[in-house]
């Protein structure tokens, strides 16, 4: 599985810094990582609008304009992401009643050590890891295994299923229904013709989902009171 790993700080040199330790111990222990640096708390949530998104944080608290909080807030209520790791990073130790509200991985004291770095980051794709569930299905003799987590959605054309992912796009013969009855329960039926991670969802209206990469897909009227149903019964709305 690959981590996207973002990392907010107003100083270019922490931000050099921080990515060279996390790249560092991701090559040591075998990890695939990506990953993207911003010096202002209002770039990097203008990218996360645009459907960007990271695994994992390390998020300044002073940032100029808007604080590291602020964008933490934003990332937990209005996008209602609460899988992201987020690694708070500060000068200051006075901040542990608002930190809590957004349900931070770590908190990291600066001047910042590669060693704390390298810890915090390995324990954020640690509990990544332990959510992650396989989706298994065979093409020809081969079986083959994608992370669900990975999984935006499944697309049914005739007999082939298409299974949209973050890094492409996988083919398989089956149907659609059969595909749902091995899924967990975050996985939704919208139409007889997909099924989406309600991870990836974004943005909910009566007849439609917007999902994080973009894709704007059609809940058919079948769907349409049961998918409302279960989003609020699971907190989505």
């Not at 990975?150 to 083919?171: A, L, P, T």
Request: aromatic share 14%; net charge negative; glycine share 6%.
């Amino acid at each position: 599985m690959m981590y996207r790993v973002g990392i907010c700080d107003d100083s270019p040199i922490i931000c050099s810094y921080i990515e060279q330790c996390v790249m560092d111990k991701a090559r040591e222990e075998n990890i695939q990582i990506e990953t993207e640096a911003w010096e202002s708390g209002e770039s990097l949530l203008k990218d996360f609008q645009n459907k960007y998104y990271v695994d994992i944080l390390f998020l300044d608290i002073e940032l100029l304009s808007m604080s590291g909080i602020e964008v933490a807030e934003f990332v937990r209520r209005q996008m209602n992401d609460y899988d992201m790791q987020i690694i708070y990073i500060s000068g200051k130790e006075s901040y542990a009643f608002p930190l809590i509200k957004t349900q931070p991985l770590d908190f990291l004291i600066k001047p910042l050590s590669e060693e704390k770095i390298a810890e915090a980051f390995l324990l954020a794709c640690k509990l990544l890891g332990r959510k992650e569930e396989k989706f298994e299905y065979t093409v020809g003799r081969d079986i083959c295994r994608v992370s669900m987590d990975d999984i935006y959605y499944f697309n049914s054309i005739g007999r082939i299923i298409q299974i949209k992912m973050r890094d492409g796009v996988k083919e398989f013969y089956g149907q659609l229904k059969d595909v749902y009855n091995r899924l967990p329960g975050s996985f939704y039926m919208i139409h007889q013709s997909y099924i989406v991670n309600s991870k990836y969802i974004y943005r909910y209206s009566y007849d439609s989902i917007e999902l994080k990469n973009g894709e704007v897909l059609t809940i058919s009227r079948t769907y349409r009171n049961a998918m409302r149903q279960r989003l609020f019964q699971n907190g989505d709305m």
